[in-house]
């Protein structure tokens, strides 16, 4: 049976009718697939055409000075396929190239344009908050069905994008963007046509109408909504204005993705020695599994090493009996052999995970524990092809009144750096075992290829393996928080077995041939542009010199007026 | 009445201080006396799903066999919510006709249920620990004088201290206490004035300053992932910015006056908020201060707590042990 292409066209806004006959003849030369090519509009009124007369299923709009690949077809058919899987044919309005993130809100982009020529990866459908109107794949059929309708007041060639999408959300549609549909765009835009568009009457009344929020991100910048109308939003009450972020996220975590649970098998490695601490993980885990039953399936597996206890067997049914509603397996590390102990009991584990797709490994101390809060967001961002990496968050805690709990937990906020991931290719380490989330196949494939003959580090040199191999997608959902106490060898102050450690992991992974000399070059050259940072000082001097004195006025000047402010206040 | 006799009396001590007993209690489970004991909770729809899947199972794993009546209020006043009982905890939704503040629906629950007995308040984001129940009434009933005492909360620790030999705490969270009923009658329950946060602190001060005393049980353990340190992002204003900037103000001048209050308004300020939050913050405690001054004198008697009653910061309060 051949399978049913679906029906999409191609609708260009020209500026004029210079454009309309360039694209036709350019469309000719190089034999682009026919495109609808209409002037005299503004896009919103484009946008409310296409959706009100396209007949087709799909529609990409793309901008007059966009370069299409010469694929362009089975590209748009290759990016409804990957947005069907990602989130169910019924889910998703638009697919962009570029746009804001919905959960970093930090920008993606799959283009080229006079802002950057930056060269992207291959991507899975990712969630967005906006997207750049430069090209734009409609599901027609999608949003027909679900009223998606642009507001009647706006007019005009900025923030089309963002309203759409905006629009997408409040019927339960998402939009996305994905490396399919890249392309090359001529032109940067105009922002100072964007900033008065932002800032008119219109928009800002459309936005404070609908939505609480007081900050905008667009792939122009964040945009300031001032309407004294803000407001939070109070339970229980008639406004029907929502927290458009929010209702992203909500929406993202009603869709499941169009595959199955995801498994997630904790590994962690004990020798039984803190088993208050071990069964804090194994609550953490109980309870994570409690609230995200319906979209995840998490299991333990507990690698046993070089035990700590006479009472073995003893503590081993204390656990299970404890956590009767964990799935939970205990293996032995067994003999080290060459390999030292802290990887072996990794590999001991991972022999217990079975391999195929869907199944993931999650690292996790056992003096460490699991945040369930933010867990549900998970399936949308594992896939068998790509490491995520989440935040964790350190506590400083005293443990030593021996008790089931910390007599002292203090949070650490920001002490880990997860978003600078990629600074393992610089020898940089800043994301701790238990952020990152591995595919089986990934570890597998690390530990059928190389020996791991160290001890510490051996977080940074899994991770670092395994990212030669697999994309890395970080994205900021708390996910776990990582004990730091008086025991923790991170804080050793003799730092020999750490260097021989790191040491000999380096030497493998130097002459396994895994870092090309392209990126130890890219690497030199990040070394030498890093070293031309200017410090706030050398910033202030060059800006203002030494006039020291007018500082100190314009300081006191300052203090007056935020005192004068106090005593009209009150 | 049968359910009456099903509430334990209090078991009451003469000493005003605590005991060693008392003080290692905290740390380590014994048998409670109390076999029966009211959780209050004031929800709404949109937080039934964790009420149904963490908060009572998690109770029924807290109790360490202790019967618990759960009460619900839904607090938007719309009456949407519904939960069944379950085998291990029994279950009431109360109606309510308006919407409550989180005081007023406490204060709500208190006057329909009237616990006989030390009764527990919780939020609905909470997951209890092993034996937090227990814990709790352990604790509570080992002194007379106690008015409240407040779980612990992990992974994220209230930041603020306790003196580890009395377990004394200058104040406790509302997010999980528990509360001896004499008391909480005697001085009326919460303040519905502050309709949402630092209405805690509040009532923890009235404790002190009844001759009651508010401890800290850190063996009583309750996962609290509040949404300070998931969910708040820039780009919105958040109920407790708002209410916790009003109810500031509104602690300052009720135990200070004009003189603190002018202090704790440049704590705000300092805060850096975007504008119109600021303004719509001080719109708000002005209604306040107005509605305030026609009702109420300032308490009397404050230098007998002064080593507990105190602001020492935005949102921050004298706290014990430092």
């Known amino acids: ?570 | 009445m049968e359910d009456q006799e099903f509430h334990c009396a209090y078991v009451r001590r003469e000493s005003d201080q605590m005991s060693e007993t008392a003080v290692s209690n905290c740390l380590s489970p014994v048998v409670p006396v109390a076999r029966h004991v009211d959780i209050f909770c004031s929800a709404s729809v949109t937080e039934q799903g964790n009420v149904e899947t963490l908060l009572i199972p998690s109770l029924a794993r807290a109790s360490g066999g202790i019967s618990i009546h759960l009460h619900l209020v839904d607090y938007t006043g719309t009456n949407r919510l519904a939960i069944s009982s379950t085998d291990e905890v029994a279950v009431s939704v109360h109606q309510s006709e308006k919407q409550l503040g989180f005081g007023a629906a406490h204060n709500f629950l208190f006057a329909r249920v009237k616990p006989a007995a030390f009764f527990v308040i919780i939020n609905p984001d909470i997951y209890c620990s092993k034996g937090l129940v227990e814990n709790l009434l352990q604790a509570g009933e080992e002194g007379r004088d106690i008015g409240i005492v407040e779980a612990r909360q992990l992974p994220y620790a209230h930041p603020k201290g306790y003196d580890r030999k009395t377990m004394e705490t200058t104040w406790a969270s509302g997010a999980c206490m528990l509360v001896c009923p004499e008391f909480y009658a005697e001085v009326g329950g919460f303040d519905e004035a502050f309709w949402m946060y630092c209405e805690d602190v509040e009532l923890s001060w009235r404790c002190w300053l009844s001759g009651y005393r508010v401890i800290h049980c850190p063996r009583a353990v309750a996962y609290h992932y509040t949404g300070g340190y998931f969910e708040y992002r820039d780009d919105r204003f958040y109920c407790e910015q708002l209410w916790g900037g009003v109810n500031f103000l509104y602690l300052s001048y009720r135990y200070w006056g004009s003189l603190r209050l002018w202090r704790s308004v440049v704590a705000l300020k300092l805060q850096g908020w975007p504008k119109p939050l600021v303004k719509r913050i001080l719109r708000e405690f002005k209604a306040r201060k107005r509605a305030y001054s026609r009702a109420a004198g300032f308490p009397r008697s404050l230098s007998s707590q002064r080593d507990r009653i105190g602001i020492i910061g935005y949102n921050r309060y004298k706290e014990a042990g430092k």
């Open chain 1, 1 to 570: 049976m051949t399978e049913v292409k679906p029906l999409f066209k191609i609708y260009r806004l020209c500026r004029d009718r210079k454009s309309v006959e360039r694209l036709e003849m350019e469309g000719r030369t190089y034999g682009l697939p026919s495109s609808v090519l209409i002037t005299g509009r503004d896009y919103f009124g484009f946008i409310e055409d296409v959706l009100k007369n396209c007949s087709e299923d799909y529609a990409l709009l793309c901008h007059d000075d966009v370069v299409v690949p010469l694929d362009i077809e089975s590209r748009v058919e290759e990016c409804i396929r990957k947005a069907d899987m990602c989130c169910g044919a019924d889910h998703w309005g638009v697919v962009g190239n570029a746009g804001i993130e919905a959960i970093s809100l930090r920008m993606v982009r799959f283009l080229r344009d006079p802002h950057a020529a930056v060269i992207p990866y291959k991507s899975h459908p990712i969630p967005v908050v906006s997207v750049d109107g430069n090209t734009m794949l409609l599901n027609v059929r999608n949003m027909q069905r679900n009223h998606v309708e642009l507001p009647a007041g706006l007019r005009g060639f900025h923030l089309y994008d963002f309203v759409t999408a905006a629009e997408c959300y409040r019927k339960g549609l998402l939009t996305l963007v994905d490396s399919t549909l890249y392309v090359y765009h001529r032109s940067g835009g105009a922002q100072k046509g964007f900033d008065r568009f932002a800032n008119g009457a219109e928009f800002q009344k459309y936005w404070a109408d609908n939505f609480i929020n007081h900050k905008i991100y667009t792939v122009n910048g964040p945009v300031e909504v001032s309407s004294p109308n803000l407001d939070y939003l109070q339970e229980g009450s008639r406004d029907k204005r929502v927290d458009f972020y929010a209702t992203v996220k909500s929406l993202i975590l009603s869709i499941q993705p169009n595959r199955e649970k995801p498994v997630i098998n904790i590994i962690t490695r004990t020798q039984l020695a803190n088993v208050n601490r071990l069964s804090r993980l194994m609550e953490s885990i109980e309870l994570s599994q409690r609230a995200n039953r319906t979209c995840l399936d998490l299991r333990l597996v507990v690698s046993v090493n070089n035990v700590q206890t006479t009472d073995r067997d003893k503590v081993i049914e204390g656990l299970r009996t404890g956590f009767k509603d964990l799935s939970m397996t205990f293996v032995e590390g067994g003999s080290a052999g060459s390999m030292a102990p802290r990887v072996l009991a990794i590999k001991t584990a991972l022999g217990a995970i079975p391999e195929g797709k869907n199944q993931f490994v999650w690292i996790v101390d056992d003096d460490d524990f699991i945040l369930p809060k933010e867990l549900a967001l998970l399936p949308h961002y594992l896939h068998d092809d790509v490491i995520f990496i989440g935040k964790s968050e350190a506590f400083d805690e005293d443990w030593s009144g021996g008790h089931d709990f910390p007599d002292k937990s203090v949070v650490r906020s920001g002490f880990y750096a997860e978003p600078s991931y990629a600074r393992n290719y610089m020898g940089e380490n800043h994301v701790p075992i238990c952020s990152a989330i591995f595919p089986r196949e990934a570890l597998g494939a690390v530990f059928a290829k190389y020996k791991l003959a160290g001890d510490y580090y051996e977080d940074y040199a899994l991770l670092f393996l395994a990212q030669t191999k697999h994309n890395i997608q970080y994205l900021p959902i708390m996910i776990a928080g990582v004990s730091h106490h008086d025991k923790n060898t991170v804080f050793d102050s003799n730092r020999t077995h750490w260097d021989y450690s790191y040491a000999t992991f380096m030497t493998e992974i130097a002459n396994a041939g895994v870092v090309s000399n392209s990126m130890y070059e890219l690497n030199v050259l990040y070394e030498e542009s890093s070293k031309k940072h200017r410090s706030f000082w050398e910033w202030f001097q060059l800006l203002f010199g030494n006039k020291r004195e007018l500082f100190f006025l314009l300081l006191r000047l300052k203090i007056r007026a935020f005192y004068a402010t106090i005593r009209r206040d009150i």
